[in-house]
């Protein structure tokens, strides 16, 4: 009897070891998969880390890739196109103008009022309209054919107060968001199709010159006034109502920046030195590129499964396009090395672009004290349920690092641009007071992004020019601004020399 006892007891004595072993091993085997997490986000964060000292050696390689772009065609990744617009609006411009925005499967025609000196817009309206399908792959005649008659519509529509004096053409401002060559103010070249359209008889026509034919034969008294794109449009629309605006950024699903530079620092241009003295230039910056770039394993193979590997790397690290995507394959490695999401990866986590950045931007700014947001959006868009509070934190940091570093690299972007034009150091007499134009989803609403974007160029800058530096939102470029540019570039300024 005592045998069996004892025999019993040291049976369930090695159950009880049992399963206390395979606790503290499901405990190491878990706390070393947590383990595994943080290394992999604490490897991630340096190797995003973007101190001071690195951004001003962004900002450095910028102003070196720009004095380049400017000095020849092709001499830079940065593109550095001469715009032609030489005038500015001054806030002085009065009258009626109109705008047309093509910038994809949708078009605007909006007609804005000015008020003159002190008057600002007055009054402004637009209409939209989709390309039927079968336009986006027609011919040249058949595509601006139907634009100008959506133009004639808006047009016969409008009331009296806004027709103009007999003998007086209306003047449009024309935002077209494809690749152009441009070859005056109101007149490029179609180099390509993109965004789904292909228009095999326009390549190589002047846009304005198929759009104004098109006007001509749907009966249309219209001229376009400026060809323009959206990033100068947003430079035009903050210059209206802030007189100290120089710099345009975009940032939003792409990023792009336009300035105002001196015709004698562009060895490239040939023509005429304008009145003004100054051109305003389109960087196209999502093309820039330099060794301080702090590139990741995950940035490479984004760049080497995109549709462009090799080009537009500083929007890839920057734009609302890429963003939540750089955080999926972080969170996907995650999820393969340390199981933090279970057993299994997750199926949906392995689609490419299936995490947007506003989603990133929603689980970022989640304050409640159960992340729920951030529980809710890896449910829904992932379908990966039962998160716990420390898996959440740890999503929370990685958007903290994706978003930092873009914004920090967008604000050392600005520091270059600003170094290219001297305005990145006192000046006797005190600072010179800069606004930067801003638009663009990601800014607009990625409200930690654009905080740290402002925040790292003032510390940058240092205290004494923080102060000079203003960042406006500069809304509707391409519709708003390319009327005020009709505006500017208008046939019937009065000659004030």
């Not at 030489?86 to 047309?100: K, M, S």
């Not at 802030?242 to 975009?250: E, L, N, Y």
């Not at 134009?437 to 160029?457: C, F, I, K, P, Q």
Request: with cysteine; aromatic share 6%.
């Amino acid at each position: 009897m005592k045998k069996s006892t004892v025999g019993a007891a040291v049976i369930g004595a090695a159950t009880v070891c049992a399963v206390a072993a395979l606790i503290v091993n499901h405990r190491m085997r878990k706390s070393s998969k947590w383990a595994r997490a943080m290394a992999i986000l604490r490897e991630f964060e340096e190797k995003c880390g973007t101190p001071d000292a690195k951004l001003k050696q962004v900002a450095d390689a910028m102003t070196v890739e720009m004095h380049a772009g400017l000095a020849s065609e092709g001499g830079s990744k940065l593109k550095m196109l001469i715009t032609y617009v030489d005038n500015l609006p001054t806030g002085d411009e009065a009258g009626v103008f109109y705008a047309l925005d093509l910038g994809g499967t949708n078009f605007r025609v909006l007609r804005v009022q000015l008020g003159g000196k002190n008057g600002g817009i007055i009054h402004q309206e637009f209409a939209e309209a989709s390309i039927p399908p079968s336009l986006m792959v027609g011919t040249s005649d058949a595509l601006f054919d139907y634009i100008a008659a959506e133009l004639a519509k808006f047009v016969a529509e409008e009331e009296e107060k806004y027709h103009q004096p007999l003998g007086k053409q209306r003047e449009l401002g024309f935002t077209f968001s494809f690749p152009v060559m441009q070859t005056s103010i109101s007149s490029g070249t179609i180099m390509r199709w993109t965004k789904g359209f292909s228009i095999d008889d326009a390549v190589g026509q002047d846009v304005v010159g198929e759009l104004e034919k098109a006007m001509k034969r749907k009966g249309v008294d219209m001229r376009v006034s400026a060809l323009v794109n959206d990033t100068v449009g947003t430079l035009s629309g903050g210059k209206y109502t802030h007189k100290d605006v120089a710099v345009a950024v975009i940032l939003g699903t792409g990023t792009n920046a336009a300035y105002v530079e001196r015709v004698q620092a562009i060895p490239k241009w040939h023509g005429p030195v304008p009145k003004s003295g100054e051109m305003v230039i389109n960087m196209e910056w999502g093309n820039f590129r330099s060794s301080h770039l702090p590139l990741t394993e995950y940035d490479h193979a984004l760049d080497n499964e995109s549709l462009n590997p090799g080009e537009q790397i500083f929007e890839k690290m920057t734009s609302g396009m890429y963003l939540g995507e750089i955080l999926r394959r972080v969170l996907l490695k995650v999820a393969e090395e340390a199981g933090v999401f279970g057993d299994e990866v997750p199926p949906k986590l392995k689609n490419p672009f299936v995490l947007r950045t506003p989603d990133m931007s929603a689980m970022h700014h989640d304050s409640s004290s159960d992340l729920k947001v951030v529980g809710d959006k890896l449910k829904d868009i992932l379908e990966i349920s039962n998160t716990s509070l420390k898996t959440r934190k740890l999503v929370v940091e990685l958007c903290n690092v994706v978003a930092t570093r873009g914004a920090r690299l967008a604000a050392a972007g600005v520091l270059g641009i600003l170094k290219k034009m001297g305005r990145d150091t006192p000046r006797q007499g005190g600072p010179e007071k800069t606004v930067v134009a801003m638009d663009g989803g990601l800014y607009e609403h990625y409200t930690e992004y654009r905080m740290v974007l402002e925040n790292s160029l003032k510390e940058l800058l240092g205290e004494e020019l923080a102060t000079s530096i203003v960042f406006v939102h500069s809304n509707d470029g391409s519709g708003i601004g390319a009327a005020l540019l009709a505006a500017s570039h208008s046939m019937y300024l009065e000659d004030k020399s």
